[in-house]
């Protein structure tokens, strides 16, 4: 079993900046990718950012440019820094991570989310 926690969430004006992090943790495992998600009330998850355990990062065009994702794979942790941050990008933001296991192959483990809040 893998735990997935978030922190870093808040609440940041227009153009200001947060960074969340992520960790997971358990034994047992590897990573294959980590990912961010966000979701507003009445609409689909939205995969914003994720990077593979080659260090690949891929982003959704509406956060080109304002966000990077990186991780530290010793540590199994992912962070997500948010700048130049815009009302639209109010959301709970979720981290997903990846994994494999011997034990059961391939699995997706989700963190319980924070909510990011830019104010206008």
């Known amino acids: 079993q893998v735990q997935v926690v978030e922190s870093g969430g808040g609440l940041v004006q227009t153009g200001g900046s947060l960074r969340l992090s992520c960790a997971a943790s358990?034994?047992?495992?590897?990573?294959?990718?980590m990912n961010w998600y966000r979701q507003t009330s009445g609409k689909q998850r939205e995969l914003v950012a994720s990077?593979?355990?080659?260090?690949?990062?891929k982003y959704s065009e509406s956060v080109k440019g304002r966000f990077t994702i990186s991780s530290d794979n010793t540590k199994n942790t992912v962070s997500l820094q948010m700048n130049s941050l815009k009302p639209e990008d109010t959301a709970v933001y979720y981290c997903?991570?990846?994994?494999?296991?011997?034990?059961?192959?391939?699995?997706?483990?989700w963190g319980q989310g924070t909510q990011v809040t830019v104010s206008a």
């Open positions: 358990g034994s047992g495992f590897s990573i294959n990718v």
């Open positions: 997903a991570v990846s994994v494999y296991s011997r034990e059961s192959g391939l699995n997706t483990y």
């Open positions: 990077i593979s355990d080659g260090g690949g990062a």
